[in-house]
């Protein structure tokens, strides 16, 4: 993969939890937030409260501009099943998975991990999206948010490392990772992408196979390091798993050992998350302190007529 910045990029802050309204003094107003919306008949001025300053952002039109043509209604679906079906695979341990224990042998465990993963990528399917997630999808999901042109500019960025990404409950954040996640893994198919849920913990142990989560760090280091080897990119993206920030000890290590794996080793694992506090105490375990970047919220329509081309 190449010679990779030993740097972890800064933590992405993103805030849709408020409409803001230009004062004729030019400043803004904040308004209380929107109540949370259904989102499968939600419109989208419904589901987006949109953060106007990074959506003009050329670089975020122009990785969701990137992504071609998106997925015809069945062919998504179908997309999400696949996934589906073959995250059950993985973590299923009657069809051939083993769960590490302590003691075991590490390299042996990291081996039976990287097999799953390239017959994943061999029969065509680069996507993995745990039971939980899938359980989220509205059957009329709303496309072309700005939270999914978020998401997509996220999942696109080359630079390695641990950024986290923040709205408010009822926007449509995780419709919206799952919708981005699966157009960017068609594009992207050389790379592996895996979706996790709720508890950090038994997410970590179910992904890499572990019996306790204690030894995430050594495991997730090592799998890390021969997904490199095999030049493969691993985008690892655990939605709503913090909610209520970075906890003890433990998970701070667990945490840090993902940051600096992720960062040496040419992969991304995204944080998605539903407040400012529980995204910054992800921020503040970076190895580099990071620059935040805040941006004001406004009401915004999606952008129309977005030039397609391929997403490199």
């Not at 099943?81 to 390299?107: E, H, L, M, Q």
């Not at 097999?115 to 996507?127: K, P």
């Not at 375990?285 to 990071?290: A, E, R, S, Y």
């Amino acid at each position: 993969m190449g010679s990779m910045r030993k740097r972890v990029p800064a933590a992405m802050v993103f805030l849709i939890a408020y409409q803001v309204s230009k004062h004729p003094a030019n400043f803004s107003v904040q308004r209380a937030p929107n109540a949370p919306v259904s989102l499968a008949r939600a419109s989208f001025s419904d589901v987006v409260a949109a953060a106007g300053d990074v959506m003009r952002d050329p670089a975020v039109q122009a990785a969701y501009a990137g992504l071609g043509t998106l997925q015809k209604f069945t062919d998504l679906f179908n997309s999400f099943n696949t996934a589906g079906n073959a995250w059950r695979g993985w973590t299923a341990s009657v069809r051939g998975a083993t769960f590490y224990k302590i003691g075991d042998n590490i390299p042996e465990h990291t081996s039976s991990l990287i097999q799953s993963m390239e017959e994943n990528i061999r029969g065509g399917n680069n996507l993995l999206i745990s039971d939980a997630q899938k359980a989220e999808l509205p059957s009329e999901p709303v496309r072309s948010t700005y939270l999914e042109q978020l998401m997509v500019a996220v999942l696109c960025d080359k630079n390695p490392g641990m950024p986290a990404v923040y709205a408010e409950a009822g926007t449509g954040k995780s419709v919206a990772i799952l919708l981005a996640v699966t157009e960017v893994a068609r594009t992207k198919t050389s790379d592996f992408f895996v979706v996790l849920q709720n508890d950090l913990d038994e997410s970590l142990k179910n992904f890499l196979r572990l019996s306790e989560v204690s030894s995430a760090a050594d495991i997730a280091t090592s799998f890390f390091i021969a997904l490199q080897e095999r030049k493969v990119r691993l985008h690892l993206v655990f939605d709503n798993v913090l909610d209520s920030g970075v906890g003890g000890d433990k998970e701070k290590d667990i945490l840090k050992a993902l940051a600096r794996g992720a960062s040496e080793h040419g992969h991304q694992v995204v944080f998605t998350m539903q407040g400012k506090e529980a995204a910054e105490s992800v921020s503040e375990l970076m190895v580099t302190q990071p620059t935040w970047q805040n941006y004001k919220t406004n009401h915004m329509e999606p952008t129309d007529g977005l030039k397609m081309k391929r997403c490199s």
